[in-house]
């Protein structure tokens, strides 16, 4: 991705999968492989800083643009068993059988939803970070929220910068410039088909399926997406040899952006080892 302001060291690839195209950056290595799943109106390349770190300490990393962000096509539906699909189709296609996986907010959704379910890639997966992942939602109240996700999506990276910057002061340069940039690259009816769906949903009760190292990392409790009451029944829901949760102090939910980014960085990079 030459001539950017913000350079990024990946190179750009897609794959036509059953359901659409399916893009991703890869910081190319010859070792370990770890997928990148980013947040709801977020893309691969908000991924830049921790691709590259990655990268730096020997990874293979694959920053995936889920459907409907980025440069991939819309999913054929919402719940997060199909959005985890389509990223077990593209660990079968890229023929990935070693990996570890790290995922944000919707993206750690996606996440658990894999390493829970029965796609087959799920036995490829040996371990997995998820970041203050979206692990339930009412359709009560998830519809009011979308007017505040949505805001800036499909925007020129000119109309959303100045907000980006006065809401976000402590942000890096470069998390402005590609946040802005997946913003553009949107599509509102991907979002929107988070937050319409219609029932009720929750992983909670599956992380007691799983059978890899799994780190939860939380943000400070004021800011994090998981009330306190869910905190406590992941804790007790979840297999003790395998779970661990962790709160990283001085984060927000953001916690790849801003000063929050190095201490986060640090606890994931010592979980993949």
């Known amino acids: 991705m030459q001539g950017e302001p913000c350079h990024i060291t990946a190179q750009r690839k897609a794959i036509q999968l059953a359901h659409g195209r399916v893009s991703f950056l890869e910081w190319p290595a010859d070792g370990p492989v770890v997928l990148l799943c980013h947040g709801i109106t977020s893309s691969a390349v908000t991924l830049w800083r921790l691709g590259a770190d990655l990268a730096a300490d020997g990874w293979r990393v694959i920053a995936v643009d889920l459907p409907g962000h980025g440069q991939s096509d819309l999913s054929p539906a919402h719940d997060m068993d199909t959005i985890a699909e389509i990223v077990g189709d593209l660990i079968q296609a890229l023929a990935i059988t070693d990996l570890a996986m790290v995922g944000h907010s919707w993206g750690?959704?996606?996440?658990?939803?894999?390493?829970?379910?029965?796609?087959?890639?799920?036995?490829?997966?040996?371990?997995?970070?998820?970041?203050?992942?979206?692990?339930?939602?009412?359709?009560?109240?998830?519809?009011?929220?979308l007017p505040q996700f949505t805001i800036g999506v499909g925007q020129s990276p000119t109309a959303t910068l100045p907000r980006l910057r006065e809401l976000n002061p402590d942000w890096h340069p470069c998390d402005y410039y590609w946040k802005s940039q997946a913003l553009a690259e949107c599509r509102y009816e991907q979002v929107a088909g988070l937050f319409l769906m219609p029932e009720d949903w929750t992983l909670v009760p599956r992380i007691a399926r799983v059978q890899i190292p799994v780190l939860?990392?939380?943000?400070?409790?004021?800011?994090?997406?998981?009330?306190?009451?869910?905190?406590?029944?992941?804790?007790?829901?979840?297999?003790?040899?395998?779970?661990?949760?962790?709160?990283?102090?001085?984060?927000?939910?953001?916690?790849?952006r801003g000063p929050g980014y190095e201490p986060t960085f640090q606890a994931l990079r010592q979980f993949l080892g």
Request: net charge negative; no cysteine; glycine share 4%.
């Open 108 to 145: 750690g959704a996606t996440t658990l939803a894999l390493i829970s379910g029965q796609h087959p890639s799920r036995t490829a997966i040996r371990r997995a970070v998820l970041l203050d992942p979206l692990v339930q939602q009412e359709a009560a109240v998830a519809p009011s929220l």
């Open 216 to 256: 939860i990392l939380l943000a400070e409790p004021a800011y994090s997406i998981i009330p306190p009451a869910i905190k406590d029944e992941l804790r007790a829901t979840a297999p003790v040899d395998l779970v661990q949760m962790v709160t990283i102090p001085g984060t927000n939910h953001n916690m790849l």
